[in-house]
């Protein structure tokens, strides 16, 4: 055990990644506060499911119309200084947001316009610092170790953060739980300005815009084991991740609670995502991650299915941490593909993609799911989000199991010094 730690925390090593680590971790402390309190101010202001599925879309869709530019602006630029750029704009929009609450004369559309610019700005946010990952980490073997410490502090945060904006919620009032938002992003802002990356080296580019985005399209067509974490992840991200915007009625309406059983809730579910995070981090090289994904797809689906139409809060508390564990794998295990496996030249372009599957269908799903618990309620939507969950990850392992018998049978003709008959893909 203590071998698997070692090799777990061997990435802190690197000074550029643990100071980015630690000034990320304050600040998504604050993002997770600001996220449950949007959550809940337009709950209470609208009492309409309909509208947290628009503040979803609100927030994520700009991310899916912005990220291929995204993506090319950090194979483009200083990857260094569009990260910086981004942390700067995500710090004004905080305090925007601040003002608009605090001065008290605000409707909801105006929450929704700021989250629209949020949106636009994780655009070309995420693409330039998953990228930028790659190059603080001194030693590339660490990398996975490192891409899992980052969804582990994402859900630490997920954990923290929600149970804090409760409190502050009912005890303080929103304006405070967006301040402290604002002022969260001085540690990242911070830890940037403290690191000392290898000097930016400017590459001719010779083809425009357009003519990268369609390299980048056609580098994922060609490579079909990214295509299809893609795919994957498109699916899970529509009809499945959505759940997370039906909290607040589970906290209001079906257990008649306040903005901090709101809070524990979403706590509830960080706590599962960072014993997935840790439980990734911790796996020795060489796991098979697919397999692993596919099976946690399953956990993420039984989770959803049992905390669905459970009345007894502190159960229900258990199962959102199931179904926490099993989410985490979407996000961490993708991306590790992905990072591990892309050509370097492609990698902002091919982080624009997964970026788009996160962040494209998530808000498309916030609308279907939305529109769906308005009409057959929202215990059944949750349990028939989780019936996809557990569908799509049996489809998973099917697949590998028949990917398993190609590669089985073009080793026998390889051994048999006979022509494959098909190309395993």
């Not at 609208?46 to 291929?68: C, D, E, I, Q, R």
């Not at 994922?220 to 915007?245: C, D, G, R």
Request: charged share 15%; glycine share 8%.
């Amino acid at each position: 055990m203590s071998a698997i730690h070692v090799d777990t925390f061997r990435v802190f090593k690197s000074r550029n990644y643990r100071l980015y680590f630690w000034g990320q971790s304050i600040s998504l402390i604050g993002t997770w506060m600001q996220k449950t309190a949007v959550s809940w101010v337009i709950y209470a202001l609208t009492h309409s499911k309909v509208m947290l599925g628009v503040s979803l879309f609100a927030s994520m869709f700009p991310s899916f119309l912005f990220s291929f530019l995204g993506g090319v602006v950090a194979d483009r630029y200083d990857r260094y200084k569009v990260l910086l750029a981004t942390q700067v704009a995500s710090m004004i929009q905080a305090v925007l947001l601040t003002a608009l609450v605090f001065f008290k004369d605000y409707n909801v559309w105006e929450i929704v316009a700021l989250s629209v610019m949020l949106g636009i700005i994780n655009a070309f946010d995420v693409p330039a610092r998953q990228s930028l990952v790659y190059e603080m980490v001194e030693d590339k073997n660490d990398l996975p170790q490192a891409l899992a410490l980052n969804s582990s502090m994402v859900n630490l945060s997920r954990l923290i953060g929600p149970g804090i904006a409760g409190f502050i919620l009912e005890k303080l009032g929103d304006d405070v739980c967006f301040g402290l938002n604002a002022a969260s992003f001085i540690a990242v802002i911070g830890s940037l300005l403290l690191m000392r990356l290898p000097k930016y080296v400017k590459k001719p580019h010779t083809k425009n815009v357009i003519g990268e985005l369609k390299e980048g399209f056609t580098y994922i067509k060609n490579t079909p084991s990214i295509a299809f974490i893609l795919i994957m992840l498109a699916l899970i991200s529509l009809l499945v991740l959505p759940y997370s915007t039906l909290i607040p009625v589970y906290a209001k309406d079906i257990f008649h609670g306040t903005a901090t059983d709101f809070g524990w809730i979403d706590s509830a579910i960080g706590l599962g995502a960072f014993s997935g995070a840790m439980f990734l981090a911790s796996l020795k090289p060489g796991k098979n991650l697919k397999r692993v994904l596919a099976i946690n797809t399953l956990i993420f689906g039984t989770g959803l299915v049992l905390f669905s139409h459970e009345t007894f809060y502190p159960l229900a508390l258990v199962f959102a941490i199931i179904g926490g564990f099993g989410m985490m794998s979407q996000i961490t295990i993708s991306n590790t593909l992905i990072q591990t496996t892309v050509d370097p030249g492609m990698r902002g372009r091919v982080i624009s993609f997964y970026a788009m599957a996160f962040f494209g269908m998530q808000p498309l799903g916030g609308l279907i799911i939305g529109w769906a618990s308005q009409h057959i309620g929202v215990q059944d939507t949750v349990l028939a989000e989780g019936g996809v969950a557990l569908l799509i990850g049996l489809l998973h392992l099917r697949f590998l199991k028949h990917n398993r018998k190609k590669i089985h049978a073009l080793r026998k003709q390889v051994e048999a010094n006979m022509p494959p008959a098909e190309v395993v893909q």
